[in-house]
């Protein structure tokens, strides 16, 4: 089953690019595929100058994208410090190390935690693991699926308070959201995907004071009433 069609998109070195829709939209199956988890029957995938369409998940990670999928999928029977070593697998120890420190000082709440199992965390905890353990790999192309899922509003701020920082010190960022007025506030683009298809691409802006934009969101013939 084809979920999603003829899409054709780019992101810019150093962006934000949101890609917003509803359930069933397509929006999973297009990160997924852009990780290496999907095949993509027709259509390539070029990333860095280079074609890597066939390129396996592995190799993707290894040439600097890495994904923070929905749901987290998180070694719940592992603590923190454990999932942490497993997401810097592609470096030596010493580079790990460094790394893990890193990231725990984006998110000192992960270092009160290091020693519990990732499943005892709390949603919002979990989800900055699952980004934390992503920055392990040290991408250039950060794949993130659902940002806010399932969390609450104060998790959701922190979060997002992550990606507009990393985004400012240069990483590119693929954001698929169901948020649509959190999604605008970080990104620089959006692509927004009904049924597999796009319906709606363009600038943030472009986005917020566009009625095409909130029509293709919300399935609204005007856009006076509609609130973000």
Partial sequence: MQVVNQLEMKIEKGSVMAVLGANGAG????????????????????????????APPMERVKKGIALVPEGRRLF?????????VVGGYITDRKKSQSNIEKVLSIFPRLDERLKQNAGSL?????????????????????????LSLGLMPKAIDTCYEVIKELNDQGLTILLVEQSTSRALEVSDSVIVLESGNTVWQGS?????????????????????????
């Fill in 27 to 54: 929006k999973s199956s297009l990160i997924m595929a852009l990780a290496g988890h999907v095949d993509i029957k027709q259509g390539d995938v070029e990333y860095d100058a280079q074609n890597i369409t066939s």
């Fill in 122 to 146: 709390s949603g919002g905890e979990q989800q900055m693991l699952a980004i934390a353990r992503a920055l392990m790999t040290e991408p250039k192309l950060l794949l993130i699926d659902e």
């Fill in 204 to 228: 943030s802006r472009q986005a917020e004071n566009s009625s095409d934009f909130i029509d293709s969101i919300l399935g609204l013939k005007s856009s006076h009433q509609a609130e973000f």
């Fill in 76 to 84: 719940k029977s592992l603590t923190v410090y454990e999932n942490l």
